[in-house]
Nanobody, 124 residues
Framework: QVQLVESGGGSVQAGGSLRLSCAASGTTGRKSVMAWFRQAPGKEREGIATIDGYDRTFYIDSVKGRFTISRDKTKNILYLHMSSLKPEDTAMYYC??????????????????WGQGTQVTVSS
């Protein structure tokens, strides 16, 4: 059974940095595509960064150049390095995984497995 557990969220001032982590279990020995999503109050969940089984990456325009997705395959941990944070980055951040590893997915409906989320709050 796949389980995803996020950590690393918190409160930070605008311009600051955070690193989110997502520890995955149940994926050992299997390639996967993994992503970070976020959902702000009153808004839809949006995929912001994806890394597939080829280590190709996808970012939405609003985070390009500020966020970096990466993963440690030996430890089964997905990361999201966030810098130059803005108040509009405030949201609950979720990691997601799926075993269609050859696809660079970024829609929430494409992912079968989800974590519980970690809150990121950016103050101005």
């Amino acid at each position: 059974q796949v389980q995803l557990v996020e950590s690393g969220g918190g409160s930070v001032q605008a311009g600051g940095s955070l690193r989110l982590s997502c520890a995955a279990s149940g994926t050992t020995g299997r390639k996967s595509v993994m992503a970070w999503f976020r959902q702000a109050p009153g808004k839809e969940r949006e995929g912001i960064a994806t890394i597939d089984g080829y280590d190709r990456t996808f970012y939405i325009d609003s985070v390009k150049g500020r966020f970096t997705i990466s993963r440690d395959k030996t430890k089964n941990i997905l990361y999201l390095h966030m810098s130059s944070l803005k108040p509009e980055d405030t949201a609950m951040y979720y990691c997601a995984a799926d075993f269609t590893w050859w696809l660079l997915l970024h829609r929430s409906g494409d992912f079968a497995y989800w974590g519980q989320g970690t809150q990121v709050t950016v103050s101005s």
